[in-house]
């Protein structure tokens, strides 16, 4: 009895997303934000960033200017 030869298998075929300095390529980099247009949307609560730089809560008006004081200083500017 004969053992089935196996096809030869080619190598799969290489996607150029990246040229040689590593920048994406033209195409790919818009199908990427094609993908992620059509995946979120640009409706309502779509934006990245927050609407209004303000709180009603005050704690959390404080809180987050002491962070913000902290992480731009790096000193501690509020107390545990």
């Known amino acids: 009895m004969s053992?089935?030869?196996k096809a030869p298998t080619l190598p799969p075929k290489t996607i150029a997303r990246r040229d040689a300095t590593g920048h994406l390529s033209p195409q790919y980099e818009n199908d990427l934000r094609q993908l992620?247009?059509?995946s979120h949307g640009s409706?309502?609560?779509a934006s990245a960033f927050i609407n209004?730089?303000?709180?009603?809560?005050?704690?959390?008006e404080q809180l987050g200017e002491s962070f913000v004081k902290t992480a731009?200083?790096?000193?501690?500017?509020?107390?545990d």
């Open 3 to 5: 053992k089935p030869s």
């Open 72 to 79: 731009t200083s790096g000193e501690q500017t509020e107390e």
């Open 36 to 38: 992620a247009e059509e």
């Open 43 to 45: 409706g309502v609560g």
């Open 52 to 60: 209004r730089p303000k709180s009603a809560d005050e704690l959390a």
